[in-house]
């Protein structure tokens, strides 16, 4: 036998072991390294799943801070483009206006020149040519007049102008400051992770833009049936081309801002949505929530908790879609299973049917029998009656039969002498006779 020589590490003392004791070792130290390096492998995996998750949220964050740092970056340099702008075009507009006015009076000053000049030419020579000079003035004055209505015009259309360009800017402005507005109130709602809608408005438009591709026969509307005190936010069937009920879901949709004071938990509404799956008659549940954000169960992904009621999911808004495409492939899968138990079910029903309306033959042909059988026992007994009060008239006639032979017999044997005998007065008559 081969013997295996070993040291302890505290007493220094060596031993020896046989094949079968230093096996039993060799395996208790291997079984404890192997199961300490998987605990310390399965709580590494752990740790990098928790980092990554953590690193992933950190990320969307940041992505939502940039976002929101260009908008307004953006709206900063809207409105540095808007007041540069405004600034540009009422520069331009004094400029215009100035040089308008510049000209307008150029021309007049050039106009009052020459009627100077004329004035001066016109004192020269008064006589040969003050007619002419007149003329001239009056021309010029006209011709000054229509400058200067000109230039009134032209003020008119520049305030006009003005006008409009002011109107037209402030109209501008007011779209900025409503689109401002809107990213302002878009940027207070970021927290909810809906942009510009709400929790079932966003499943409604992500399920009817799938609709037409996807869930062709589907239905799917808001549960607005509240006879039982309560009812579900909205319910999904869908059937196949034969009409035969494929799924039907019942979905229910939770949110809450961050300035929500009271915070709910999913648990809170898992009961109601299985009393409205079973009054609404759908096969299974499932709760669209945005409640607790900071739930790693939740944020997994799409949540069983059939173990508390049966057939129920709870899953986050990006898994809406998802769900119903598995519930219903999974469905679609046991149709064919379906039909086959409907089918089974409908063959059981024919044949109790078929066994019952027999049992119903049998018990109606058994009491009709009974009634037959009571009425033949009857007859037969009265049949029975009937020959013995025969059977009796019979003996009373044969009796009377004997009696009237016995009395015949008698009869023939009466004689006048045997009538006689003993009475000699009938004796004398006869014999006088």
Do not use: W
Not at 226 to 249: H, L, M, Q, V
């Amino acid at each position: 036998m081969t013997t295996h020589d070993i040291t302890c590490p505290h007493c220094h003392k060596a031993f020896s072991l046989d094949n079968a004791g230093y096996a039993d070792i060799v395996k208790q130290v291997r079984d404890r390294e192997f199961s300490r390096q998987l605990h310390e492998r399965l709580e590494a995996a752990a740790q990098e799943e928790r980092l990554a998750a953590e690193r992933t949220r950190f990320a969307h964050e940041q992505e939502m801070h940039q976002a929101l740092h260009e908008r307004d970056a953006e709206i900063q340099t809207l409105k540095n483009q808007l007041e540069r702008h405004e600034a540009d075009r009422q520069t331009a507009a004094r400029l215009a206006e100035a040089e308008r006015k510049a000209q307008l009076q150029e021309a007049i000053q050039a106009k009052e020149r020459d009627i100077q000049a004329l004035q001066a030419k016109l004192s020269a020579s008064a006589t040969e040519n003050e007619l002419a000079i007149t003329r001239a003035v009056d021309a010029m004055r006209q011709e000054r007049d229509a400058l200067q209505s000109t230039l009134k015009e032209a003020e008119l259309k520049n305030r006009l102008d003005a006008t409009q360009i002011k109107e037209r800017y402030e109209l501008q402005l007011k779209d900025r400051d409503d689109h401002i507005e809107r990213l302002k109130d878009m940027k207070a709602r970021l927290s909810t992770k809906m942009v510009g809608e709400t929790l079932e408005q966003h499943c409604e438009v992500e399920f009817n833009r799938s609709r037409a591709m996807a869930f062709p026969r589907a239905y799917f509307e808001k549960d607005n049936d509240a006879r039982s005190g309560s009812k579900g936010d909205y319910i999904f069937r869908d059937a196949d081309e034969s009409g035969t009920e494929i799924i039907s879901i019942m979905f229910e949709m939770k949110n809450e801002t961050d300035s929500t004071t009271t915070r709910k938990k999913n648990e809170d509404f898992l009961k109601e949505l299985d009393k409205d799956r079973t009054e609404k008659k759908c096969e299974y549940a499932v709760l669209v929530s945005l409640l607790e954000p900071e739930s790693e169960l939740y944020n997994t992904g799409i949540v069983d908790v059939s173990h508390r009621y049966p057939k129920m999911y709870v899953i986050r808004p990006q898994f809406f879609l998802q769900i119903i495409s598995l519930l219903r492939n999974a469905a679609t899968n046991a149709l064919a299973y379906k039909r086959e138990l409907e089918l089974t079910r409908q063959q059981n029903i024919d044949v109790t049917s078929f066994e019952e309306k027999l049992e119903a033959f049998k018990n109606g042909f058994a009491r009709n029998y009974d009634l037959a059988h009571r009425q033949f026992e009857k007859a037969i007994e009265e049949i029975d009656k009937s020959i013995s009060h025969l059977q009796k008239v019979k003996e009373s006639l044969a009796s009377s039969e004997k009696n009237l032979r016995i009395a015949n017999g008698k009869a023939q044997d009466v004689t006048i002498k045997r009538l006689t005998r003993g009475n000699a007065t009938m004796k004398a008559k006869f014999e006088s006779l």
